[in-house]
């Protein structure tokens, strides 16, 4: 050869330099859609683009693949096969009918013993390839990929006010065929499904706040149901005092007291299934039940009698309340209750001791229609405390889930005696927080304490 190995290009004009190369490529003829090979493949080749355009494609487990670039005429694929062993790092296949020249390692080799030359010149054409591919790189994908990621930090910034379809330096980019496309592309889709999801959380927080606004309302509607503390003309003939604390907005406890004449004074407790508004709802039901009856619905037995039925009819929910109601007459400590299925109450004696009074518990009401209960009755003295509560304060839970527990409710009485009744609840009340540490209440917690007045001193 009379030219410098410099010139030896595979696709030199030359008609005798190219005979020269076609002794040692092979032909290669794809048809369109026809794949070359896939990602992955062992990798052993050089291919030359004489026609034809190829498509370079990324396949991605378990997704859509991602076309990176196409290569045309002059342009040569697959160059670092030909000096180490690898897989191939994308799949290659035929846009359109092409016409390519593949040179394999192992012939390369034979090349640099049979003719050094040609294999020098073949070396530098490679080289030349690959400082091509990093001025590529350089300028072609590194640059907009920099405006591209100071694009997105913009977007960030913005708290994605920006958007970006307005940002030039994304819509440039993704009008190219190549990574930088699809990575801007990829952009446009993510930005364009954070302010969808953004425009749903926005819409669902306002559904949020308007339920919470709701729900505010809704107790705040509750506790008009719950009575308002006795004036003080009634307080010197009947000690009594209560607390309900719902541990949602609106919750299923229910206590009442009130004078249904000069010495009989009437009082309840209640807690209903489930929580939250369907349990509100079906408490304020039974309050106004309770509340209307009591005063004109004699004798006592047959207001539970009829409150139950009541509550029985068009009961779709299934939903019940457990109740205690009774009667304590001031001028004679006579008191007479009825249990419906409600925690037994706590009877704290004027010699300190504390006693369930367990007998007598019939089925909630609300469950089945035409239940007789059975009233209880006893004497309470002077200086004796009635302690009714529901459940939300013996399953009051730590931050280890453990249960308050009835065990130390009636310890707590035992020792520490409150004198009356509302001293009874805020001791109660500050034990059960004590107890709970700052864990989330996880039920409606009252407590209702009925006592006859003290004597004077």
């Known amino acids: 050869m009379n030219k410098s190995t410099e010139s030896l290009s595979p696709f030199a004009p030359e008609t005798a330099q190219r005979l020269v190369w076609t002794e040692h490529l092979e032909p290669v003829a794809l048809a369109a859609g026809e794949v070359l090979f896939r990602q992955g493949d062992p990798a052993d080749s050089l291919y030359f683009i004489e026609s034809g355009e190829l498509a370079v494609w990324l396949e991605l487990p378990g997704q859509d693949r991602v076309q990176l670039r196409t290569l045309g005429p002059g342009q040569c694929l697959g160059e670092m096969a030909l000096y180490r062993r690898e897989q191939r790092g994308a799949s290659v296949e035929a846009a359109s009918a092409a016409q390519l020249w593949r040179l394999t390692a192992s012939e390369l080799a034979r090349l640099e013993l049979a003719a050094p030359a040609l294999a020098l010149a073949m070396h530098r054409h490679v080289v030349g390839l690959l400082a091509g591919r990093i001025t590529h790189s350089n300028t072609h994908l590194k640059d907009p990929l920099a405006r591209l990621a100071h694009a ?18 994304i819509t440039a980019a993704a009008e190219r065929k190549d990574e930088v496309g699809e990575i801007a592309t990829a952009i446009r889709h993510l930005e364009r499904q954070l302010h969808s999801h953004i425009e749903e959380l926005r819409r669902a927080t306002t559904a949020r706040e308007q339920i919470a606004s709701e729900l505010r309302i809704a107790g705040r509607i509750q506790s ?3 009575p308002a503390p006795l004036p003080p003309a009634a307080a010197t003939r009947v000690d ?5 604390r719902p541990a949602r907005e609106a919750g299923g406890d229910l206590y009442d007291g009130f004078f249904l004449d000069e010495t009989r004074f009437f009082f309840a407790v209640g807690d209903v299934s489930g929580k939250g508004v369907p349990a509100a709802l079906f408490m304020a039901v039974t309050a106004m039940c309770l509340r209307a009856l009591a005063p004109a619905d004699q004798p006592f037995p047959s207001l539970l009698h009829r409150v139950n039925n009541l509550l029985c009819h068009r009961n779709a929910t299934q939903q019940f309340v457990s109740l205690l109601a009774g009667v304590l007459d001031t001028a004679t400590g006579e008191l007479s209750w009825t249990n419906c299925g409600h925690p037994a109450p706590l009877l704290l004696t004027a010699d300190g001791e504390a006693a369930w009074l367990e007998d007598g518990r019939g089925p909630p009401a609300g469950v089945f229609e035409g239940v007789e209960y059975e009233t209880r009755r006893l004497t309470l003295r002077r200086g004796e405390l009635l302690v009714l509560y529901t459940d939300g304060v013996t399953e009051a839970l730590d931050p280890t889930e453990a249960l308050y527990g009835e065990a130390r409710l009636q310890e707590l009485l035992k020792k520490r005696r409150p004198a009356d009744a509302r001293a009874c609840v805020d001791l109660v009340a500050a034990d059960v927080a004590a107890f709970a540490a700052g864990a989330p209440q996880a039920d409606d917690l009252t407590l209702a304490v009925l006592g006859a007045p003290r004597a004077p001193a």
């Open 152 to 169: 997105i930090r913009d977007l960030g910034e913005s708290r994605f006010i920006l958007r970006a379809d307005q940002d030039p330096r």
């Open 224 to 226: 008009s149901f719950l």
């Open 240 to 244: 009594f005092a209560a607390l309900c």
